[in-house]
């Protein structure tokens, strides 16, 4: 059962963070509520110190999904049902729209938050792969400041992040690439609907005459908190793009989630998968940019 | 402390006082006596509990009874014309689609909310509207059944 507890409805950006000022563990920001809810109800460690839920849903600074010239800014409290509807989501952010897509199920994402997805920052969350390799940055806000960071940044372990207990995420800044990117988004579940992710990788390559300019590389669920592989992205650019490319950065990539996990009893079967699912994404990457799709 | 909760119900204002801690869906049994909305799981994963706000499909049990407030929702017993059971409803019957009955209301939601935005849509598009309800006496093939024919009459009409 949920313990006793206040919510409060602000109506504003201004009176949530007056709510949260006190900087105490007792407030607690509630967006969507798939993960606090069950979470609450099953009395798990992590929300027991909550005494007051902070239900931003009404807050219109929080909402919106809004083109300008150089990104997409996308309002924290707006649903993975309100993203998949936006169409420069779905042609410019391809990676980012299927990984939503595969969030629970269409209930889950009637009311999951995208900001609410990387607060709460459980390994398995599909959106953090795919804004990671996007280069997303976050606005974030309390009564006295206002900054911005890389989600790269922001993520520090498991259900942790930088968020002080006095600030609110506010947006998602998603720059437009200026390469020439083809992309794929992979995930793994135990099953096809309703899943949590095993594994999820994004991958995102611009070539040039069977050259990599440019590639990048994140992963979820398979390492403990969603990840960008820098050094091996920057090892890969200007490699020649051939079979043999493919199948050591396949390797590679294996080693390197070894190097931030350790050995686990799941490796034996996790990493061949990432090995055998990078180089099919890499080998489907090829072949859409040769097509020209 | 108990909270004022003003919401439209089924299509009629209603207004309530709710513990801040209590779900929807325990709101919706045990004050209003709306027992077709079902509890399987209790954290969101089987959607015997789903129930419409504004016109989608949302889990009961991961939304707090007060913060229904100035929504709209719908359970199976509003999607019924009184005593006359809506379209999908008599398609799940005639298409065998109920068997223990536990899923149903809210394979109906789910489906219905479908229709609703979605009149012609295609198989893969009803397993997904419904692929987060499950049914354990597994009769999701009638279940699919049922949501095409309807789509068919309605376009039909």
Known sequence: ?293 | MKMKVEFKLNGANVSVFAEPNRRLIDLLREEFELTGTKEGCGVGECGACTVLMNGRAVNSCLVLAVQAAGNEITTIEGIANGDLINPLQKNFLEFGAVQCGFCTPGMVLSASALLDKNPDPTEDEIKEAVAGNLCRCTGYKQIIEAVKETARLSRKN
């Open chain 1, 1 to 293: 059962m949920i313990p006793s507890l206040n919510v409060i409805f602000p109506k504003n950006l201004n009176e949530a963070l007056s709510l949260l000022s006190d900087n105490s563990d007792s407030s607690k920001i509630i967006a969507g509520g798939t993960d606090i809810i069950p979470g609450l109800n099953q009395e798990l460690n992590r929300f027991k110190e909550i005494k007051n839920l902070i239900d931003v849903n009404q807050i219109p600074e929080l909402k919106g999904i809004i083109r300008s010239k150089e990104k997409i800014s996308i309002g924290a409290a707006e649903t993975f049902s309100d993203i998949l509807q936006n169409d420069t989501v779905r042609e410019l952010f391809p990676l980012l729209w299927k990984a939503a897509s595969g969030v629970g199920s269409v209930q889950i994402r009637n009311r999951a938050t995208i900001a609410g997805n990387f607060v709460n920052n459980a390994p398995c969350a599909d959106s953090v792969p795919a804004l990671l390799i996007y280069n997303a940055t976050l606005e974030i806000e309390s009564l006295s400041s206002k900054k911005e960071i890389s989600l790269n940044e922001f993520l520090s372990a498991p259900y942790r992040t930088k968020l002080n207990r006095d600030e609110i995420v506010t947006k998602i800044n998603i720059p437009f690439a200026d390469k020439n990117f083809t992309g794929e988004f992979f995930k793994l579940g135990r099953r096809r609907a309703v899943a949590i992710s095993r594994i999820t990788l994004a991958l995102l390559v611009d070539w040039r005459d069977s050259v990599i300019n440019e590639i990048r590389i994140a992963s979820g669920a398979v390492t403990p908190i969603g990840a960008r592989f820098f050094e091996l992205e920057k090892y890969c650019s200007g490699k020649k793009a051939d079979d043999q490319f493919k199948k050591d950065l396949s390797r590679k990539l294996a080693e390197q989630i070894i190097k931030v996990t350790g050995l686990r009893w799941s490796s034996e079967y996790k990493l061949p998968v990432v090995q055998q699912v990078c180089y099919q994404m890499l080998k489907n990457i090829e072949s859409q940019h040769e097509y020209g799709i």
